[in-house]
């Protein structure tokens, strides 16, 4: 009887331990939870890394079809 005592913390731990890891709710989420933080830092990452690469290249697109567009300063349109 002495020997039982002892041994029953154990014994509860791997039998719950036995029913979490058989209960699967939940497992998609994180799943889910960890591709979104994944992707979140890669996005950052290349947002760091090329930022000003991108800045650059919209503004001289910008000034570029500023250049060619008309000008909306005209007499009126008739």
């Known amino acids: 009887m002495l020997n039982l005592i002892p041994s029953l913390p154990t014994h509860l731990l791997t039998r719950s331990f036995r029913e979490l890891s058989a209960d699967r ?12 933080g994944l992707i979140a830092v ?7 890394t ?6 650059g290249l919209f503004t001289n697109v910008s000034t570029d079809v500023a250049g060619v ?10």
């Open 25 to 36: 709710r939940g497992v998609t989420a994180l799943e889910y939870g960890l591709l979104a």
């Open 50 to 55: 090329f930022g000003h690469k991108v800045e």
């Open 69 to 78: 567009a008309p000008s909306t300063t005209g007499t009126g349109g008739t």
């Open 42 to 48: 890669a996005l950052i990452g290349v947002l760091t």
